[in-house]
C-alpha cells in the first residue's frame, strides 16, 4: 500500500504558476504515481504520471506542454510544475499510485491523496 499527500494548491491569476506536491510513503518500489483533476460535475481525468523506478513521464494531450512531472532521487516526492495556468485548469488535484505500468484510467489505481484544489481566476 502506498499513502499519499498532496500540497500545494491555492489561487492564481490566468497565465500564472503553481507547483503542486505530492508526498509518497509506503511501498515506491514498481510503483507508478499520476496527477489526476476533477472540476465539478465532470470526470476524474489523467493529467500526468511517472514511473517511480524508471522515471518514464506520461502526459495528457490537452495540456500541450504546460505541465511538468518530476520526482526527487529519494523517490518521495512527486512534482506538478504547472505553468501558463488557464481557467478550465481549476480543480481538485490528487495525486494516486498503482503497481505496474502507466495507466491513464482513475480505475486503475489502488491509493489515493485527498486531493488540494487549484483555482485559477480569469
Known amino acids: 500500500q502506498v499513502q499519499l499527500k498532496e500540497s500545494g494548491g491555492g489561487l492564481v491569476q490566468a497565465g500564472g504558476s503553481l507547483r503542486l506536491s505530492c508526498a509518497v510513503s509506503g511501498r515506491t518500489f514498481s510503483t507508478y504515481v499520476a496527477w489526476f483533476r476533477q472540476a465539478p460535475g465532470k470526470e476524474r481525468d489523467f493529467v500526468a504520471g511517472?514511473?517511480?523506478?524508471?522515471?518514464?513521464?506520461y502526459y495528457a494531450d490537452f495540456l500541450k506542454g504546460r505541465f511538468t512531472i518530476s520526482t526527487d532521487n529519494a523517490k518521495n516526492t512527486v512534482a506538478l510544475q504547472m505553468n501558463s495556468l488557464k481557467f478550465e485548469d481549476t480543480a481538485i488535484y490528487y495525486c494516486?499510485?498503482?503497481?505496474?505500468?502507466?495507466?491513464?484510467?482513475?480505475?486503475?489505481?489502488?491509493?489515493w491523496g485527498q486531493g488540494t484544489q487549484v483555482t485559477v481566476s480569469s
Open positions: 511517472i514511473g517511480l523506478s524508471a522515471g518514464d513521464t
Open positions: 494516486a499510485a498503482r503497481s505496474g505500468g502507466p495507466f491513464m484510467r482513475s480505475r486503475g489505481y489502488d491509493d
